[in-house]
């Protein structure tokens, strides 16, 4: 088929920013890690859509940001260890499964504490999880975790034992929900309505100081914090209308972390002597998604769906002229893997490789199926009509307008489809009006992101017909209203298979036959690119071997950050490897981004710079190292 280049309108603006931010180095001033008077130290994390998240409240988080600041506040029963993502202790020391894999039972550490100075217990751990099952709002978030536990006991302040009718292969690492106090969250009348109001106790390394929305977001360090304090007192997200305008920020010293960054950025901020760019494989991909016709449990239509788009050919046969390695190609300028689906491959145990089952680039085979599907017939203009509704295949693609990746994606999706006789037509929004569109059914196609968990079963449960709303009302816990009953059958199979392989066979059929049936298309899994100021080092990766820094599912990125000079004072004292502990979030020692493994591959990633120091394999992905000489390790 023919992939003629749209114009690169993004590349031309970006390459005038780039002129703009690659100034010499000495003309730009990067001042050092934020001090105030009184000595303090702040640690400042630009973020751009700070104003889409609604609130602040840690049991109803939809948006991956709200995840980054329940991690920081609020410690799970068992944290994703850092080394590979294996369950790691949090305020659960131990835990341990009976013989009929039916009764777990977990160990509360008796150190752990609230901010407040009250002991974390058993029964917190208990209130948290019964909530959920009680509590309408936080049920529809993790019902998938509570809905199996049949008992709840706390025989003692550290000992937890939860019983289910059926083996749960979740509570093994317990998705990382984060366990509420219940000597304040026991006093709240509807808990469901807290929104973010700072005082609260936390358990985590940070507490709430501020949240403005739109604008900011404080937490302060606890200098108590049970599991080992951070090296710094104050922790800002800033929030940034554009990725530019954030650019500017870090190239002024305003801000001292940044991550959503294009090559072209990367490549500008890479000039700067004083700032570090790195670019790690992410467990982010980005995809457009088919209104699968938006409906209740029981059938009730609502919405304004395309009906054609209910039909697999027409999905297949546009997932067909979808040239996904052209856009990791022209769009990520390499900077990605082209996407396959839900699942991303550093997630390696269940990731699910076509093979030669992949949708072949090929518009003859994309109209070949729409032929035998009998969408023969053509309006005057030359674009086919659904047999059944009568309707053209002319489909509204609703894109976000403040995201100028998507913008250059829809010119080559447009093109693409064209060659299908099908028209798409480009709708530029803004991320929250776009989002009500498509949770109330709204849309034919549209853009979405996602950051895939590093368990399945939370993430596939949005291709469960279970996620279907229960009344035709909006609802952001399904993926396009698909529903699949050879895809729950299976989907129940995982959850309940304690065996690795045979869930890993369970999840890797699930994607299978979503790929196939194409309800949504993956584009691609981009990688993390994120740069900070080199008055920082310390920053953990998750994992430890090569992965981000933000929007992960665990406290490490920001947790672990040091102060250059406070890490130079102390270099000489300890010879602890952060980015290898899976502990305390202060973990002390060199800088996380910059240890080795013991097979002699880097942990360092690929840092942009300029000595090319060495090439590191990671899921069948070579992934360059780069290093400038005056830049401090970092991922």
Known sequence: MTTTTPPPRRYRRLAAAAVALALPAAAISVPGAHASDDGSTTLVVGKVGLNDIPHMNPLDSGWVVQGEFNNLMYDPLIRWGQ?????????????EVSDDELTWTYHIDPDATWSDGQPVTANDAKFTFELLQTNELFNSRHGDLVDLMTSIEAPDEQTLVITTEEP???????NNIPIMPEHVWGEMENP??????????????????????GQRVVLTANPDYWDGPVAYDELIFQSYETTEAAVQALQQGEIDFLDGLNPEQAGALEQNEDITVSVQPSRHLENISFNMGARTKDGQEFGDGHPALQDPAVRQAIHHVVDKQRLVDVILDGNGTPGVSWVAPIFTEHFWDPGEDAFEVSADAGNQLLDDAGYTERTDAGIRIDPESGEPLSFRLFYHSDRPTYADIQDFLVEWVAELDIELEPIPMETTPLNEETDAGNYDIAFGGWNYGPDPSQDLAYLT?????????PTDLTFDFYCNDEVDALWLQQLQATDPAERAEAVKEIQRIVYQDSPQIILYYDHAIEAYSNDWTGFGMLPSSGGAIAKQQAAYGYAQAVPADAADESSGDDE?????????????????????DDDGGSNTGLIVGIVIAAVVVIGGVVFLMRRRSTAEERE
């Open 83 to 95: 080394e590979d993502y294996v369950p790691a202790p949090g305020l659960a020391e131990s835990w």
């Open 168 to 174: 749960n292969a979740i509570l093994n690492h317990m």
């Open 192 to 213: 469901d309505e807290y929104t973010g109001e700072p005082g609260q106790p936390t358990s985590g390394p940070f507490e709430l100081a501020e949240y403005s929305p």
């Open 465 to 473: 017909c279970d996620r279907l709303p229960d009344e035709p009302e």
């Open 576 to 596: 602890g490897d952060a980015a290898g502990d899976d502990g305390g979030a202060g973990a002390d020692g060199d800088d996380a981004a910059a240890s080795s």
